[in-house]
């Protein structure tokens, strides 16, 4: 029999998933890639797995992968898609098919599916990146066959399938809507969020923090410490990736920090209307630009701010392991080596302040930039400056006069 791996998570797509592939004559291999997703007995979803003839399952434990090689580069662009959301779900599923293609190669697997539907982001992501790593690989993405989906039209085809080969998921026919997390955000999409004109904030049962309504009445500071654009320690102690990104969670969260309501252009074409919550990623975006604000020249800087929106719009799309992209790391690194010192955040009810910066790569000259007199900056140059500045207009302005 050819055998397969499965990104397996044990709710009820990828459990049906399991039983079509069996159907479908394959050797199925589980991988539940640990991201950080929060209270699942993870051993209790390996034994559903092999319970159900799985050949194989196991948990590949990527969280500090996560943070350090996929997240915090993104950070360092400060790459926002459309200019409000942090890519949460996005950075992370080229990981997911990385750890999926690892045991693919390992057990000999000829084929690599996923549970992502044929009108989503996800798709794109788990296939462009498999393309890339395994380039020989079969992708099943059983909701794009045409022969899984006309024997689930719905959920509960679904959950009839799994009660006849007594696969146990937790499901209901009707969901307000679904949600997807790890411990960078959880989204939330789907079922009554599809309607733009509802309040999704108020709707969603938002599982990092609180609401800024019920957040504390004072403000909390806290100070980040980074070294070449990376997050390294909090309140002055020392943390690896993933514990500065949990830390800062709990601290953002237990302050209304970081939640949004958008309607996105998906990379397949069509809008879609998703709330996100980010707290401590939010939180070190704010405390990384307030760094870069100290520390980058005013051209480098902006060169990083044009180039920006085209790396988010990579990683949403899911060309993380293209040339280009590995281009764009490499000069953000480079980028990044002066980004280095601490900034001291203050969180109040759902915002942020910066509360203070420094950094013994500082370019803030205040003598330069004092507005009292006397200082290193004499004001008479600027005389020359502007008039070669307005060299070419003046000359336009000679030969063709404008009317105003």
């Known amino acids: 029999m050819p055998s397969c791996v499965l990104a397996y998570s044990g709710g009820l797509d990828t459990s049906v998933i399991l039983g079509w592939l069996q159907d479908e004559g394959y050797d199925v291999h589980c991988v539940y890639v640990d991201l950080g997703q929060p209270c699942e007995d993870r051993e209790a979803i390996l034994k559903k797995a092999t319970d159900h003839d799985a050949a194989s399952a196991r948990i590949v434990d990527v969280r500090e992968e996560l943070c350090r090689d996929f997240a915090f580069p993104v950070l360092q662009w400060q790459a926002k898609y459309e200019g409000i959301y942090l890519l949460g779900t996005s950075i992370a599923r080229p990981l997911i098919s990385k750890a999926c293609l690892e045991v693919a190669r390992e057990v000999g697997a000829v084929a690599y599916a996923h549970g992502a539907t044929g009108k989503g982001n996800d798709q794109c992501r788990f296939q462009l990146a498999a393309e890339a790593l395994e380039p020989n690989v079969k992708v099943l993405a059983p909701w794009r066959i045409a022969k899984f989906r006309e024997m689930f039209p719905g959920r509960t085809e679904m959950i009839d399938y ?22 960078l955000h959880i989204s939330y999409e789907a079922g009554a969020l599809e309607d733009p004109n509802v309040n999704g904030v108020a709707m969603v049962d938002f599982g990092m923090g609180v609401s800024p309504q019920e957040a504390p009445d004072k403000t909390e500071e806290v100070t980040v410490g980074f070294e070449a654009g990376v997050p390294v320690s909090v309140n002055g102690t020392p943390l690896s990736p993933l514990a500065v990104v949990e830390e800062m969670n709990k601290i953002a969260g237990r302050n209304g920090v970081g939640r949004i309501d958008i309607v996105e252009n998906r990379f397949v074409g069509m809008k879609s209307r998703g709330v996100y919550e980010a707290p401590g990623m939010t939180a070190l975006y704010a405390a990384h630009l307030a760094m870069e604000q100290l520390t980058l020249d ?61 950094s013994p790569n500082s370019l803030y000259d205040a003598e330069i930039a004092s507005m009292e007199g006397g200082g290193s900056y004499d004001q008479t140059d600027a005389e020359g400056f502007l008039r070669l500045q307005g060299l070419p207009s003046r000359v336009i302005g000679k030969v063709q006069p404008r009317k105003y």
């Open 298 to 358: 005013r051209d480098l800087v902006h060169l990083r701010d044009r180039l920006s929106p085209e790396v988010a719009e990579m990683v949403y799309y899911g060309f993380w392991y293209v040339p280009k992209m590995d281009a764009l790391l490499a000069f953000i690194r480079e980028a990044q080596k002066a980004v280095t010192g601490e900034v001291t955040l203050g969180l109040y009810k759902g915002n942020l302040e910066i509360h203070g910066r420094t």
């Open 162 to 183: 799994c009660d006849a080969k007594k696969i146990p998921v937790k499901a209901s026919i009707a969901k307000p809507y679904s949600s997807d997390e790890n411990c």
